[in-house]
């Protein structure tokens, strides 16, 4: 088993916490490649059994889904990763089961507000984007803002408790595991236009029922006495700046989608979601790692360790930069073929592929420096941050991406993404003592600046 390999690797290494990095990294990476080999098949055959377009209606039905259930669920994902992690590790159980109740609770009412609000725009929207084709898939994504917005302030409670494998599949396998087999029965049965996007939907709800009860069975919630926490304005104080900084990096990741949509054809933005699902891979090793060091920050922030703090943000950076690299070298080289897997069409995004992947690999070095803000209560000043590289964001987006299509919209994606993650490191210095990057000699070149006193 890879997983006892591991274990034999790190007691060789004779240190715990790179050990339990190491092993929770690779677990999480695990689940995360199994999930994007799905996500791959899903659109693989989405785009083989009803097109090109279809798909790019089904692109931007979510990516507007996402939007709404983020505002929805208020920032409160943040607040149970932070806290549940922080009062597990003291054994608080009851205000675990507190600060959990009273986010989905609060989550509940705003998701259902922003869901109505999806579905009855939906006629708006389609007219924005120029199409009245697109009216049936917003509808029908607009049911899901409920279900994916509790979903995603469940599975951070995993995540608090260290249950990274269950985490990981969660977040990367199992909504899109439920939309493949949902899809399949599917074409299976009729041959429906609108079957892919009704079996992702599904999904969702499936995958937010099954997410619910493995926490619930995980912490036997039900059977905990309740301590009092947070107050509802002091949870409110701290999950509005997280939703409005996640929105914003939304806003950033997705703004050239739709941007794409506004001004040019569906097939451009099927062609370019491929490219950028690809490009994510070049900062897949972030990822996995951040599932592993999110709640250890939040842990050693709430007990006062900041030399623990410092020495964790070393290990992953480490970690990150050199197990990003091969990824980001083989999409730089060989883009075409990566893309054309897919469709032959697919190929004229490449260019867009080569500067995205540039993006994510620089995102890479800077390190977990969003993880870190968020654990550590800086959550407000990272909203300003956030909120001018979505600034500048919309503004390329804008002159460029009318203009150059793909090519353009990428350009503008992978500036603000630099500029946020650069931006925010040398905040975390300002505050903290330490670099949150790593590149190779960064050691030396920083030296005597690396870690706090």
């Known amino acids: 088993m890879p997983v006892s390999f591991i274990d034999r690797i790190l007691h060789r290494l004779g240190d715990r916490d790179t050990g339990d990095l190491l092993k929770g990294s690779f677990i999480s990476f695990l689940w995360y490649g199994f999930g994007k080999i799905l996500a791959f098949v899903f659109v693989f055959v989405c785009i083989r059994t009803y097109g090109k377009t279809n798909y790019g209606y089904i692109a931007l039905a979510l990516t507007l889904m996402q939007v709404f259930s983020l505002i929805g669920k208020i920032g409160f994902h943040g607040v149970v990763l932070r806290f549940v992690s922080q009062y597990s590790s003291q054994n608080q159980w009851g205000k675990v089961r507190k600060i959990y109740l009273d986010s989905v609770r609060f989550s509940f009412p705003f998701s259902v507000i922003f869901s109505a609000v999806y579905y009855f725009s939906a006629p708006a929207l389609a007219n924005f984007f120029g199409d009245v084709e697109l009216i049936p898939y917003f509808q029908l994504f607009a049911l899901a803002v409920l279900p994916h917005a509790l979903y995603q302030v469940v599975i951070e409670g995993l995540r608090g408790l260290k249950k990274n494998s269950l985490y990981s599949f969660y977040l990367n396998a199992s909504i899109i595991l439920f939309a493949i087999v949902m899809l399949l029965l599917f074409i299976a049965m009729s041959d429906n236009e609108l079957n892919a996007a009704i079996a992702y939907v599904l999904a969702i709800f499936i995958a937010c029922i099954f997410a619910f009860y493995s926490f619930a069975r995980t912490t036997h919630l039900f059977s905990q006495p309740t301590e009092p926490a947070m107050s509802a304005r002091e949870i409110f104080s701290i999950s509005l700046p997280m939703m409005l900084s996640g929105s914003l990096l939304f806003v950033i990741s997705w703004t050239d989608n739709i941007m794409l949509g506004r ?42 360790d900041m030399k623990s703090l410092s020495d964790s943000v070393t290990r992953s950076s480490k970690l990150i930069f050199w197990t ?10 060989f883009p075409r073929f990566l893309l054309s897997v897919f469709d032959k069409d697919a190929m004229a995004a490449s260019t867009a592929l080569v500067i995205l992947v540039i993006g994510k690999f620089i995102s890479a070095i800077c390190g977990p420096v969003g993880n870190i803000m968020h654990m550590t209560g800086k959550q407000k000043q990272f909203q300003f941050i956030m909120l001018f590289a979505a600034v500048v964001n919309i503004i390329l987006n804008l002159i460029l991406t009318p203009r150059y299509g793909m090519t353009g919209a990428a350009t503008a994606s992978m500036v603000s993404i630099v500029l946020w993650n650069v931006i925010t490191a040398f905040v975390v210095h300002h505050y903290y003592g330490f670099y949150p990057f790593y590149f190779p000699f960064s050691d030396k070149i920083f030296s005597g600046k690396q870690k706090p006193n």
């Open 263 to 304: 001004f040019r054809t569906e097939d451009e933005v099927g062609i370019y979601d491929i490219a950028f699902r690809i490009a994510v891979l070049a900062g897949s090793t972030l990822m996995s790692v951040n599932v592993v060091n999110a709640p250890r920050f939040a842990e050693y922030y709430g007990k006062g």
């Open 324 to 333: 990003s690299l091969p990824i980001m070298l083989i999409c730089l080289i």
